[in-house]
């Protein structure tokens, strides 16, 4: 059996100033030159929309900008991270952050969205969304408007043997919460996992 090293990440920089600077990663040491250059295309293209939308679209001066990154997950041919960006415009009440995450399955070669994990079909928003209306009950997490669902491309990342699913800032919750996130055990999931897709890899012991 091949043994699927982790693939190798260096740390990259963007900086426009001492209070404007991002930390990227790029994957590098896959033998796979293509999908290499498939997935820095990736973090490269999230990273800048990323500071558009933070930076773009208001009158107003950036003061601070800083992102960063975190690796969730990089074995079992699953390679999933975040993105995080903050952004602190001159004379607003706070700054804002915003999180995207990438997930790639490097076995089939491709980046993954919420719907890949599941076997087609499967009312995989509606088993999702229960489980996280159980949560929100169970942690008494305060809400702007009565939870009902999530969209069918929530935002989310692998971790080990957990799916985690989460909210931007303001989107079901007041700022001061943060960022609400939902760790969702794969076992809670097993029977509508796609089994050769990344989550289906996860639940082999």
Excluded: C, W
């Amino acid at each position: 059996m091949a043994i699927n090293f982790p693939v190798g990440i260096k740390t990259m920089t963007i900086s426009t100033g001492p209070t404007k600077v991002v930390y990227y990663p790029r994957v590098t040491r896959m033998q796979n030159k293509q999908l290499q250059h498939v997935i820095n295309s990736a973090i490269v293209r999230e990273n800048q929309q990323l500071i558009n939308e933070q930076t773009g679209n208001m009158d107003t001066t950036v003061v601070d900008l800083y992102g960063y990154y975190e690796i969730k997950n990089n074995q079992r041919d699953v390679l999933s991270l975040s993105l995080s960006n903050y952004v602190y415009h001159y004379h607003a009440a706070h700054g804002m952050t915003v999180i995207k995450s990438l997930t790639f399955d490097l076995q089939k070669g491709k980046q993954v969205s919420l719907k890949d994990l599941f076997k087609p079909g499967s009312d995989y928003v509606k088993r999702l969304s229960e489980l996280i209306s159980i949560q929100i009950k169970q942690r008494d997490i305060p809400l702007l408007v009565d939870f009902k669902a999530i969209r069918p491309d929530q935002d989310f990342y692998i971790a080990d043997k957990a799916l985690i699913i989460y909210f931007q800032l303001y989107e079901i919750t007041p700022y001061a919460y943060g960022f609400p996130m939902f760790p969702i055990s794969i076992y809670d999931l097993q029977n509508i996992i796609e089994e050769n897709g990344p989550l289906g890899r996860m639940a082999v012991n």
